[in-house]
């Protein structure tokens, strides 16, 4: 064996320049600043390494990121390990980057020889915060898109160039595929090239800076085993605290039994991007929120006379100005006042930077607005996930889609949208959907035993949860529930009758295609009850005097009177302000709901829609 490394080592030299660097004497002071650059180096290679096993699944594209991601995280073996190590490791190296420039700066590191290590570092600062923003994205979750096109349009604020770099930077007018290609690129590219090469170029300047002081060091370290082992436990910190990041959840979070690692463990994956629905929660990375919350500070309107938004001061100006002290320190600081003035500056402004966070963050922990925008967001993840576990699995036109079909999912928006103006949903406890300004019944389990009950209970009908807020509050059916129906009811032959109709009502919501009509016992019920005088139910009574109980509250029947409440099957001319959604089919253009968006109206409303079962 020692005469094959001495033949490699006669050939490269590896073995002797190994020696020569683990023998090398350094300065006391720079064991400290060398620990720093070996964690930040050993933080960057781990990302290195994971990043590269990521690439061999990730699918830059809009109908495909977060689809391999989701398979990352979820499919892959110890996938969600890889991800989240990742994730944090690159966290974790932009804060040690932070620390080690403000390491220097306080102890006068970045002075004679130092200059150019501080400024390498610097730069190298520079781009792992471009390695966050622009890993951000490629997730293609809500949060991560949402939070990106805010900072991606702070561009257009520049004049002249500004919306041909958003442009650029966006791979057209508006976020899309090559958006998600040109973010990849300047990540797994672009910026982690520049990052290896910083590297590279901050250790050999260490080095050198470190040879320099070594002649007139009053006291000196050897390499080994001194340095070498104040790195490698620096290594070990960096894993735990990446380790102890990963695991936050697990610690802190609920604890639910069965619930996979992917689940409790490593970084989260949001619902998939939706250009079409705004989330309200986004928020940039930790590094950026006094940043973020610096923005709030100044207005939209523009500056008098430069015709550009009071905006681009926070966003552009103060942080070139920034960049410009920190590269100035070495040239300031020679001499002991400047020092002083550095320090005094970047105390202000770290304390500034910090203070700016917090307020952000405490914001946002007693908005209401935020909180819930959070929870909605958490629920559309697990929703989608959900959904790409069932046995279809993910169609090929995107988990977007799963969500977009999903009545569950896109059933209470389309409510909220377009009935919660006058109907509410809710339940007995006031759970729901409510509208600000009631004046049409309550759908909460509607055409269900107990809606159907209480709607031909005399002290009931007229409340607003059936049509207390309706025309029809005095009309022919209030009058006979509480008149005729309250007589019949009196009837001894008739009053034990009564709950069979309810439940033979409600067996009609639940009639699908081809059901049987049902016998003739059940349809005598309805004649002998009167209400074939106004209503049809399959083979007694007509149409055009009420609503067609045939079906009542299936979802033919739903989707009928949504589409065209109108139509002679329903109300006709007595219709009391329902718009007609989809009256059209030949033109849908001219409709206020598609006929799949109907459809997932009364399916969210007779709580049809795919669950997953225990185990799944």
Same mark, same amino acid.
């Given at each position: 064996m020692n005469a094959l490394m001495q033949w490699i080592d006669e050939r490269t030299g590896l073995r002797t320049a190994w020696r020569a660097r683990m023998d090398r004497s350094i300065p006391s002071r720079s064991s400290l600043s060398a620990m720093w650059a070996s964690m930040i180096v050993f933080a960057f290679v781990v990302?290195?390494?994971?990043?590269?096993? /990521?690439?061999?699944?990730?699918?830059?594209?809009?109908?495909?990121?977060?689809?391999?991601?989701?398979?990352?995280?979820?499919?892959?073996?110890?996938?969600?390990?890889?991800?989240?190590?990742?994730?944090?490791?690159?966290?974790?190296?932009?804060?040690?980057?932070g620390l080690y420039l403000l390491s220097m700066i306080f102890s006068g590191g970045y002075r004679a020889p130092r200059e150019f290590v501080f400024w390498v570092a610097l730069f190298t600062g520079m781009v792992g915060l471009g390695l966050l923003l622009t890993g951000d994205?490629?997730?293609?979750?809500? !949060?991560? $898109?949402?939070?990106?096109?805010?900072?991606?349009?702070?561009?257009?604020?520049?004049?002249?160039?500004?919306?041909?770099?958003?442009?650029?930077?966006?791979?057209?007018?508006?976020?899309?595929?090559h958006t998600l290609t040109r973010f990849f690129a300047l990540h797994a590219g672009v910026f982690s090239g520049l990052m290896l090469v910083l590297l590279v170029l901050h250790q050999y300047l260490l080095h050198r800076a470190e040879s320099a002081e070594v002649a007139t060091a009053p006291r000196k370290l050897w390499f080994w085993p001194n340095q070498a082992v104040r790195n490698t436990a620096g290594w070990l910190v960096v894993a735990v605290v990446v380790g102890l990041l990963m695991s936050q959840h697990a610690l802190t979070g609920p604890k639910h039994p069965g619930q996979p690692a992917a689940e409790r463990f490593g970084i989260g994956l949001g619902a998939p991007a939706d250009p079409a629905d705004a989330y309200a929660a986004a928020r940039p990375e930790w590094a950026f929120l006094g940043l973020y919350e610096l923005t709030h500070s100044f207005p939209a309107e523009r500056i008098p006379g430069l015709g550009v938004s009071w905006q681009v001061v926070p966003i552009f100006v103060?942080?070139?100005?920034?960049?410009?002290? /920190?590269?100035?320190?070495?040239?300031?600081?020679?001499?002991?006042? %400047?020092?002083?003035?550095?320090?005094?500056?970047?105390?202000?402004?770290?304390? %500034?930077?910090?203070? @700016?966070?917090?307020?952000?963050?405490s914001k946002d922990l007693v908005s209401k607005e935020h909180q819930t925008?959070?929870?909605?967001?958490?629920?559309?993840? *697990?929703?989608?996930?959900?959904?790409?576990?069932?046995?279809?699995?993910?169609?090929?036109?995107?988990? /977007?889609?799963?969500?977009?079909?999903?009545?569950?999912?896109?059933?209470?928006? /389309?409510?909220?949208?377009?009935?919660?103006?006058?109907?509410?949903?809710?339940?007995?406890?006031? !759970?729901?959907?409510?509208?600000? !300004?009631?004046?049409?019944? !309550?759908?909460?389990?509607?055409?269900?035993?107990?809606?159907?009950? %209480?709607?031909?209970?005399?002290?009931?009908?007229?409340?607003?949860?059936?049509?207390?807020?309706?025309? $029809?509050?005095?009309?022919? *059916?209030?009058?006979?529930?509480?008149?005729?129906?309250?007589?019949?009811?009196?009837d001894e032959e008739l009053k034990p009758m009564f709950p069979k109709l309810v439940k033979a009502l409600a067996a009609e919501a639940k009639r699908g295609p081809g059901a049987k009509a049902p016998n003739e016992d059940t349809t005598l019920m309805f004649e002998d009850f009167t209400c074939a005088d106004c209503h049809k139910f399959h083979?007694?009574?007509?149409?055009?005097?009420?609503?067609? @109980?045939?079906g009542y509250g299936s979802r033919e029947w739903l989707v009928g009177i949504i589409a065209d409440p109108t139509h002679t099957r329903f109300y006709g001319s007595k219709n009391d302000r329902m718009p007609a959604y989809a009256k059209d089919p030949a033109k849908p253009e001219d409709n206020i709901l598609t006929a799949e968006g109907v459809g997932m109206v009364v399916d969210w409303l007779r709580g049809e829609w795919y669950e997953a079962k225990a185990g799944e």
């Open positions: 990302q290195v390494i994971t990043g590269l096993v /990521l690439w061999m699944y990730y699918s830059p594209s809009a109908q495909s990121a977060w689809e391999s991601v989701y398979y990352v995280q979820y499919q892959v073996l110890g996938g969600w390990l890889v991800r989240g190590i990742h994730h944090y490791a690159a966290q974790v190296m932009v804060a040690m980057i994205l490629l997730s293609w979750d809500q !949060n991560g $898109f949402w939070a990106t096109q805010v900072r991606t349009k702070f561009l257009t604020l520049l004049p002249w160039v500004g919306g041909d770099l958003f442009k650029l930077a966006a791979g057209g007018p508006a976020f899309g595929h103060l942080p070139t100005i920034l960049v410009l002290f /920190l590269l100035a320190m070495p040239l300031v600081g020679r001499k002991p006042v %400047g020092h002083k003035v550095n320090v005094g500056v970047t105390a202000v402004l770290l304390i %500034g930077v910090v203070w @700016l966070s917090y307020i952000s963050v925008a959070l929870a909605d967001g958490r629920i559309a993840a *697990m929703r989608a996930r959900e959904l790409a576990r069932a046995p279809a699995g993910i169609p090929v036109t995107g988990a /977007l889609t799963l969500l977009r079909e999903d009545a569950k999912t896109q059933g209470p928006k /389309l409510f909220k949208q377009h009935c919660a103006s006058c109907h509410t949903y809710l339940d007995a406890e006031g !759970n729901g959907i409510a509208a600000e !300004n009631p004046s049409a019944p !309550n759908l909460h389990g509607f055409a269900s035993e107990a809606w159907i009950t %209480g709607f031909l209970d005399p002290k009931q009908i007229r409340e607003p949860k059936y049509f207390g807020g309706t025309a $029809f509050k005095d009309g022919k *059916m209030a009058q006979f529930v509480t008149g005729g129906l309250k007589e019949l009811l009196q083979t007694v009574g007509s149409l055009g005097n009420a609503p067609d @109980l045939t």
